[in-house]
Structures are given as C-alpha cells and as structure tokens.
C-alpha cells in the first residue's frame, strides 16, 4: 500500500518537475521572441530615422545667397516696384 502511494507520489513530482521545465521553456522562447521583436523594431526605426534625415536633407536646399550685392555693402540697388526710392 505505502509503495503504490510512493510511486504515485514520484509520478506526481516528475509530472510537475515536467510541467515546470515546459513553463521556463516557453518562458526562455517568449523572451527570445521578444527580443527579437525589440530588435527588429529599433532597426526599423533606424532605417526610418535615416530615411526621415535624407528627406530632409533633400528638402532643405542649401542656402543660396540671394543675387545682388549684399546687403549693408555700397553701391546702388534698384528700388523695389512700387516704393518711392530713397
């Protein structure tokens, strides 16, 4: 009697031992899996920080002086249209 209760009990704990190894299994693979999402999202949005910085890199031209003399420097320039000349 003692020993079928023992063998039951051993079948019990290697059940459980079992179980718990698969919950720590899947919980190593969540993890893992998380990861890698984590690090295919900051990829992600270092490409697209890349891409956002040649955009706007393309938008803004660069500066360009405007034509004419430049300004505070002698020399006449023509008055606007419209404007009595100073």
Do not use: N, T
């Not at 706007?56 to 006449?76: N, S, Y």
């Amino acid at each position: 009697m003692q020993a079928m209760q023992q063998m039951q009990a051993a079948r019990a704990q290697q059940a459980q031992a079992m179980r718990a190894q698969q919950m720590q299994h899947s919980a190593q693979r969540q993890q893992m899996m998380q990861m890698q999402a984590a690090q295919r999202q900051q990829a992600m949005q270092q490409r697209q920080q890349a891409a956002q910085h040649q955009q706007a890199m393309q938008r803004a031209p660069m500066p360009q002086r405007p034509a004419g003399p430049p300004p505070g420097g002698g020399g006449h320039r023509p008055c606007p249209p419209g404007q009595p000349c100073r």
